[in-house]
Every structure is written in C-alpha cells, then in structure tokens.
C-alpha cells in the first residue's frame, strides 16, 4: 500500500541554525502538503504544493515539490524556540478523494 | 471563528464502556476526517463524510461509528472501548476545490482505555 517516508525522524539543533527535512513516497503524487504539530495541538497546514518542481515559502518555511513526484523537501531557516514540534508530510490518498496519508513526522528540537 | 472544536479534551474510559468524541466545525465545510494518532506515528484516517448523511471508512475504521446528520456535526462512536484505542483523536474539515486537501484540524481528544 502507499506509504510516505520522513526523514529525519528527529532533529536536535541550536537556534539559529537552518533545517531540512524531505518525504519520499511510494507513489506519485499531485500534491504535497506540510504540517506542523505544536505539542498539545493538532496540526496546522503551513504548506501546500500543486505542481511538480514548484518552490514556495511560507516566511523562514520553503517546501519544493519534488520533479519526480514522489519526493518533497521543506527547508527551514535561522530556527528559533518556537519551531519547536512535529513537522509532518502529507499527500493524497489513494482512491479517496480528499482524505490524506501522513508520513510519521520529524520531531524538531530548538536550544536556544 | 472556532474553527474546528472538539470535546472533551481528555478522557479515561474503562474497557467495555462506549463515549462519543464530539466535534463541530463553523466554517460551513462539506468535509469532515477522523483521524487517530499513535506516539510517534502519524495520523490514521478513521471515517469521513462528504456531506450530510453521507459517510465512509477510512484506513482504521474497526471499533468505530460515525454519523452526520447535519453539515456542522460529526461525531464519533467507541462502542466497546479497548486498551488499543487508546490514542490521540483529531477531527479535521475542507472545502471542496482545489483547497480540499488544505484541511482544518481540531486541538484532539486524548483517550486512555484502562
């Protein structure tokens, strides 16, 4: 069945410091989407990618949509303590329209 | 603007007992998910609707009921709640469109079966 890859599971960094993290997928996909998960909280949509090879930002957030389609990248820069929490990938699923798959999320840590 | 509210926040059910996590939405979205999350997993889609009086099964819908009856409501049944269901439970809503997959999460329901 699909599954969706993250990597790293977890990231440990001082602020300050830039972040990249990527989701691969077991299929292609027409659209990725980045969560993060503040602890205690559900998640919240910080990006969304409709086209192969498209770049956007989100302030200090940049998310590609990979050119194979089966890949997507979400780079954060200068960290600060509140981007702390789970950063979680997430694409269409299969046969379902509107329903998503998740992948297990990067956990990110800040020292400030 | 709520957003997406979901009640109670916590809640510690004995084997066997059934509750209902409720969850509203003031945004006038035809969609709405349930979804659980495991430690150190990612979300599970449960049930979902397309619209009022209409639902279906998603990934993990075993031990579960869902209903909506009206565009605003969807709430979920444990009937015969066990120690694998303890989880974190959000409810999420989209719109039809190209945002269908932009969704709205709640703020969870953290259950503990005992």
């Known amino acids: 069945g699909q599954q969706l890859n993250q990597s790293p599971q977890s990231m440990f960094i001082q602020e300050g410091e830039d972040v990249s993290m990527n989701c691969t997928s077991s299929s292609i996909f027409n659209t990725w989407l980045w969560y993060k998960q503040d602890p205690g909280e559900g998640p919240v949509l910080l990006i969304a990618l409709y086209k192969a090879g498209e770049l956007t930002s989100n302030g200090r957030l940049t998310a590609q949509f990979g050119i194979t389609r089966k890949d997507s990248f979400l780079n954060i820069s200068a960290s600060i303590p509140s981007d702390v929490g789970i950063y979680f990938c997430a694409g269409p699923f299969e046969g379902s329209q509107g329903n998503l798959i998740f992948g297990k999320g990067t956990k990110l840590s800040v020292k400030p | 603007n709520a957003g997406v509210t979901q009640t109670p926040k916590f809640r510690i059910l004995k084997i066997g007992q059934s509750m209902t996590l409720q969850c509203a939405q003031d945004?006038?979205?035809?969609?709405m998910y349930w979804y659980r999350q495991d430690p150190g997993m990612g979300l599970k889609l449960i049930y979902y609707?397309?619209?009022?009086?209409?639902?279906d099964k998603g990934e993990v819908p075993n031990g579960y009921n869902v209903s909506r009856s009206t565009t605003e409501d969807f709430p979920l049944r444990l009937e015969l709640a066990a120690p694998s269901q303890t989880s974190v439970y959000f409810c999420?809503?989209?719109?039809?469109?190209?945002?269908?997959?932009?969704?709205?999460f709640g703020q969870g329901t953290r259950l503990t079966v005992v």
């Open positions: 945004m006038n979205h035809n969609y």
């Open positions: 609707s397309v619209g009022a009086g209409i639902t």
């Open positions: 999420a809503s989209s719109y039809p469109g190209q945002g269908l997959l932009e969704a709205f």
